[in-house]
């Protein structure tokens, strides 16, 4: 049986799981200090640019609409494409996140409920030690607002994934001065550089250890903030430490 992903792809079906997973996540539960977000490991930031997706489908202002308010209206022009970058951004983001979530010791029946996301499979034995490899990053320009990011084990001179994992993690963010608030809807660009890695909430899991990033045109000339980490894709609270910053500019 094909497995169904835990964001739903049509768009009425992922209209309704955004909306149900932004307010379950800002949830505090009666006698409890932290909300259903922060219990799974969220930072509030997180919590806050899922918020902002949700603003970019539904605004509630009949004078500028969200994408997918236009997208309902039989009035208005269609913006397929609009509604379909919204929903990849969207899964871009919050994926790595369901996956961390799904590794949390403090997940629930109800949090997988309304999260979409399945029991483990118990039929394997549990890995219980946590990876111990650092990871060093460095990166080559590769034309036009295209970076190669390369992660390679500390303690080889090839790169690539380290033995026990099966994947890396990288934790990024463009610079751009003129940005208006504080960072984007998906964290991905940041107004100023972050103090450390808790600060840059945009994650990817990669299961090869050089990637090609592409950026948008309008970033060429701006910094980039990575870090990268050795990674589990089945048990993410393993991941390995976090490497040093490395900083390029997007050509």
């Known amino acids: 049986m094909k497995k ?18 932004e307010a379950w996540l800002k949830i505090v539960p009666q006698n409890q200090t932290l909300s259903n977000g922060e219990r ?12 902002a997706f949700l603003t970019i489908c539904y605004t509630g ?7 997918y308010e236009i997208h309902t209206n039989p009035n208005a022009p269609k913006n397929t494409q609009q509604v379909k970058n919204a929903m990849k951004n969207f899964i ?20 997988r409920r309304m999260l979409n996301i399945a029991e483990p499979v118990e039929h394997h034995s549990k890995k219980s030690k946590a990876l111990e490899t650092q990871t060093s990053v460095s990166s080559i320009a590769e034309g036009s607002a295209n970076v190669k990011v390369i992660c390679t084990p500390i303690e080889s001179e090839t790169s690539g994934i380290a033995p026990g994992a099966n994947a890396v993690e990288l934790a990024f963010c463009i610079i751009d001065p003129t940005l208006e608030t504080d960072f984007d809807e998906a964290g991905k660009v940041r107004k100023t550089p972050p ?40 048990y993410p609270e393993l991941a390995g430490p976090w490497s040093e910053v490395h900083i390029f500019f997007i050509p």
């Open 61 to 67: 202002n009949p004078s500028s609409p969200g994408v």
């Open 40 to 51: 799974l490991g969220m930072s509030s930031a997180e919590i806050i640019a899922t918020t």
């Open 4 to 21: 169904l992903p835990r964001i739903p792809r049509t768009y009425a079906e992922y209209d309704l799981y955004l909306k149900r997973v």
């Open 195 to 234: 103090a450390n890695v808790d600060e840059v909430f945009y994650r990817e899991i990669h299961t090869k250890s050089i990637n090609l990033l592409t950026f948008d045109q309008k970033y060429r000339g701006k910094q980039v903030y990575v870090y990268a980490r050795q990674y589990i894709v089945e």
């Open 92 to 111: 871009a983001f919050f994926q790595p996140i369901l996956v961390r979530m799904s590794g949390s010791a403090h997940i629930t029946v109800e949090d």
